[in-house]
């Protein structure tokens, strides 16, 4: 914080200010600055470099004091103002105008970015600056010029080129898909390599920098394409990158959020979830009508997994209804649906409600994100009424447990032996358990016996390697069942 309100201090000694103004603004606009890393992370991750620092004091400086909220318009005044505007102020010119400059450096970083890299050799980039400006000896100068003068384009070693920041090497990027590029990639091919790595952050910042219909355009095309393990998070950023007059179209809104939550859940940057960044209000209705529609095998729904944070805005009668009809389902679809029918709905219901036993038997769902398979549907019940058991207090769903390991299969999967011996510490801890009825007692005890004799039997245990701290709590909850029965 102290070198922030620093850099933000020689700022405004840089441009003439008094030392007592100087000081006293520099320190507001570093609070100013560090209220942004707080909102936005992405200006965090950007300020990572004392040259990147002082882009963002200089951009907050001459934006009065208040940084842009989207990303294209904060990278662009920091690439703009590295390569031209910061010089023009203070005099310094140069026989290149900002045009050309961005021209040869997006010419640059569209081909590095394809190539997948983030850097590249000083003999495959000099023929582009010529290339850009249609003359050798001035493309040869500009690329001095970039490297010595404005600090974007850097020599990370010898004969090694790299843009100060990846960001600016994607803006760019997006800013040549834009403009149109030599290489004809489009936003038609963003679109369809939409899963590739290369185009992640290139997408939202190109629907954040192009026109209001383009963006819009790119949108709706995102929203037709089949499930990828990265669609729902590119369509979410493209979605907050765009304009606020797209932001605005509630038609187009839930076009998306229905897209984003039957999407395949993947892992996320977002605590609260890719479906989280829209209100709780706006998401309910469109997840209670996407949970169990998904269509790909990657893993569950992104519904499902908003459903896992937000329990209470599940609407049961809908549930209840998608069940009736279980028989049309796949397995992942009828997983989401049996797993949230016994992991949110509340215990008394759960207890009450006449559940179809049927459905324990049907197949289990196999993963090919994660490679993990349940071989019935009762495996993946279990599993989630064990976490349920974590936070309820009171009565214990004796009926529901019952019929539940009732319904599982002899040789059980590798992914439910893992599951409850790794979790074991809630039932361990768990106090009265001689309340249980004697059958409930007696099953989890034959039944855990012979998950620990499993376990104990692979010869090739780490591929579900459990704790001994847990074996042991699944053991002295073993020995505490059989002594109750014995009593």
């Known amino acids: 914080m102290r070198n922030l309100c620093h850099w933000c201090t020689a700022v405004r000694l840089a441009q003439e200010e008094s030392e007592e103004e100087a000081q006293r603004e520099g320190k507001a606009d570093g609070d100013q600055i560090l209220n942004g890393f707080r909102e936005h992370p992405y200006i965090r991750d950007l300020a990572r470099t004392p040259l990147m620092l002082s882009a963002i004091c200089l951009v907050n400086y001459f934006e009065h004091g208040r940084l842009p909220e989207d990303r294209a318009r904060l990278?662009?005044?920091?690439?703009?103002?590295?390569?031209?505007?910061?010089?023009?102020?203070?005099?310094?010119?140069?026989?290149f105008g900002l045009d050309e400059k961005l021209r040869a450096c997006r010419t640059v970083a569209l081909a590095i970015q394809a190539d997948d890299k983030a850097e590249w050799e000083v003999e495959r980039i000099?023929?582009?600056?010529?290339?850009?400006?249609?003359?050798?000896?001035?493309?040869?100068?500009?690329?001095?010029?970039?490297?010595?003068?404005?600090?974007?384009?850097?020599?990370?070693?010898?004969?090694?080129?790299?843009?100060?920041?990846?960001?600016?090497?994607?803006?760019?990027?997006?800013?040549?898909?834009?403009?149109?590029?030599?290489l004809k990639i489009t936003s038609d091919r963003l679109v369809q390599e939409h899963d590739d790595g290369r185009w992640h952050e290139v997408i939202p910042l190109y629907c954040g920098l192009t026109t209001t219909p383009m963006a819009k355009a790119m949108i709706e095309s995102l929203i037709e394409q089949l499930d990828s393990r990265s669609l729902g998070r590119v369509l979410v950023e493209a979605w907050f990158a765009s304009s606020s007059e797209i932001r605005r179209n509630e038609s187009l809104r839930n076009r998306l959020l229905a897209r984003v939550a039957c999407?395949?859940?993947?892992?996320?940057?977002?605590?609260?979830?890719?479906?989280?960044?829209f209100s709780n209000e706006l998401v309910a209705p469109v997840a209670n009508q996407a949970i169990g529609t998904i269509n790909s095998n990657f893993s569950v729904s992104k519904s499902f997994q908003w459903f896992i944070k937000n329990p209470g805005f599940l609407d049961t009668g809908v549930l209840s209804n998608k069940l009736d009809n279980w028989r049309a389902l796949n397995p992942i679809q009828l997983y989401e649906l049996v797993v949230l029918w016994h992991?949110?709905?509340?215990?008394?219901?759960?207890?009450?409600?006449e559940f179809n036993?049927?459905?324990?038997?049907?197949?289990?769902?196999?993963?090919s994100g994660t490679g993990e398979h349940f071989i019935n549907q009762a495996e993946g019940s279990l599993i989630w009424l064990m976490n349920k058991v974590e936070f309820i207090e009171g009565d214990f769903p004796?009926?529901?447990?019952?019929?539940?390991?009732?319904?599982?299969?002899?040789?059980?999967?590798?992914?439910?032996?893992?599951?409850?011996?790794?979790?074991?510490?809630?039932?361990?801890?768990?106090?009265?358990?001689?309340?249980?009825?004697?059958?409930?007692?007696?099953?989890?005890?034959?039944?855990?016996?012979?998950?620990?004799?499993?376990?104990?039997?692979?010869?090739?245990?780490?591929?579900?390697?459990?704790?001994?701290?847990?074996?042991?709590n699944v053991k002295a909850f073993i020995c505490q069942l059989e002594k109750d029965l014995s009593n």
């Open 75 to 95: 990278y662009r005044l920091c690439v703009e103002g590295l390569l031209h505007h910061w010089d023009q102020r203070r005099g310094i010119h140069s026989e």
């Open 343 to 353: 992991y949110a709905i509340p215990l008394n219901k759960l207890e009450q409600s």
């Open 263 to 277: 999407a395949p859940f993947s892992t996320n940057v977002y605590p609260s979830g890719l479906l989280g960044k």
């Open 126 to 182: 000099a023929p582009l600056f010529e290339q850009a400006l249609g003359d050798s000896k001035r493309g040869k100068h500009l690329l001095e010029h970039i490297r010595y003068r404005t600090g974007l384009l850097l020599e990370r070693r010898p004969v090694v080129y790299a843009f100060a920041h990846l960001t600016f090497q994607e803006y760019l990027a997006a800013l040549a898909i834009h403009e149109g590029n030599s």
């Open 398 to 472: 004796e009926k529901t447990w019952i019929n539940v390991i009732d319904s599982l299969p002899d040789n059980n999967s590798n992914y439910l032996i893992a599951g409850l011996l790794r979790n074991f510490s809630a039932f361990y801890e768990r106090k009265n358990w001689s309340e249980i009825s004697s059958v409930l007692r007696s099953e989890l005890a034959s039944f855990l016996t012979r998950l620990v004799a499993v376990y104990e039997a692979d010869s090739d245990k780490n591929h579900f390697f459990i704790p001994q701290e847990a074996l042991s």
């Open 357 to 367: 036993q049927e459905i324990y038997c049907e197949a289990g769902p196999k993963f």
